[in-house]
């Protein structure tokens, strides 16, 4: 559980009227890239991928993965900024997941600036360093060992595709079905939220 989960979660029971539950259905989209950004999202249950589309290799570049407790969240200055999009945020694993409009965000952070300060910071913190581990993870020279430690971090990954998990990873897909193929020991379980 992330520190500002209980936060979150207290401001969603204090202002229910403010976040709309809403369930996603695997492949459907969130943002897509381009896209006027309208909704902050908190993960309920389900695994939600953020991506760009790389002109360079026709493809996505994968930037993040979110799952249960996450917030995703735009760091808009004006509630009634009309921001762009930079990614997609794509549903992975089915999803339940209570978004709230920037513009009502703004009305909470008015009325709770201590606890939305406060959840606004392990928010970009959780970012960054998920954002570091990856670098970090993508310099060990073994796929192997980077796939370990992948699991060992991340345990819904278990639950997501191996094109995405060689996608984030930097590999062909092919080097993780030989990883999982040639040491058993390997193979995660699947998780479930």
Avoid at 15 to 24: G, S
Avoid at 151 to 178: C, Q, W
């Amino acid at each position: 559980m992330r520190n500002y989960t209980t936060k979150l979660e207290q401001l969603i029971k204090k202002y229910p009227e403010k976040w709309e539950k809403k369930m996603y259905d695997k492949n459907a989209f969130l943002v897509e890239e381009g896209s006027t950004r309208t909704h902050n999202y908190y993960i309920e249950s389900g695994i939600i991928k953020a991506s760009v589309f790389n002109e360079e290799i026709n493809d996505e570049t994968i930037i993040n993965f979110f799952a249960k407790g996450d917030f995703i969240i735009s760091y808009a200055i004006d509630p009634n900024e009309s921001k762009k999009a930079v990614l997609n945020l794509e549903v992975v694993k089915d999803a339940v997941i209570r978004r709230i409009t920037i513009k009502d965000w703004f009305d909470i952070r008015n009325k709770e600036p201590i606890i939305v300060t406060k959840i606004l910071q392990e928010c970009l913190d959780m970012v960054i360093n998920r954002l570091i581990f990856n670098g970090k993870i993508n310099a060990l020279p073994r796929a192997e060992s980077r796939y370990r430690k992948m699991f060992e971090v991340f345990p819904f990954f278990a639950d997501l595709k191996d094109n995405d998990v060689a996608k984030i990873m930097g590999v062909d897909p092919r080097t993780i079905t030989n990883i999982k193929h040639n040491n058993k020991k390997i193979a995660i379980p699947k998780v479930f939220f």
